[in-house]
């Protein structure tokens, strides 16, 4: 069975720092893609930033010098340091597992980031 768990979300304040982890089971982590995305009510969920089995990565373009995506393979986990945050970035973020061009594609149930004074 499959299962990301992410863990790390929380209240912080604008200009304040948060990291996410997501910790996968029931694949082999190492092939597969992973992502972070985010969404906010009533809106489409949207990629902040992947990481290829490669180790190559990309932002969107809101999050680009503030966010950074990582991967630990041995620990089957993947990473999302946010810094400076600002109110924008307020949504629930979801981990995603996926095999591009194979339809295998898979989600964690969501964590809330909350940006708030």
């Known amino acids: 069975q499959v299962q990301l768990v992410e863990s790390g979300g929380g209240l912080v304040q604008p200009g304040g720092s948060l990291r996410l982890s997501c910790a996968a089971s029931?694949?082999?982590?190492?092939?597969?893609?992973m992502g972070w995305y985010r969404q906010a009510p009533g809106k489409q969920r949207e990629l902040v930033a992947g990481?290829?089995?490669?180790?190559?990565?990309n932002y969107a373009d809101s999050v680009k010098g503030r966010f950074t995506i990582a991967r630990d393979n041995p620990k089957n986990t993947v990473y999302l340091q946010m810094n400076s945050l600002n109110l924008d970035d307020t949504d629930v973020y979801y981990c995603?597992?996926?095999?591009?061009?194979?339809?295998?594609?898979?989600w964690g149930k969501g964590t809330l980031v909350t940006v708030s004074s």
């Open positions: 995603n597992a996926k095999i591009p061009n194979d339809g295998i594609n898979y």
């Open positions: 990481i290829h089995k490669g180790g190559s990565t």
């Open positions: 029931g694949i082999i982590f190492s092939i597969y893609t």
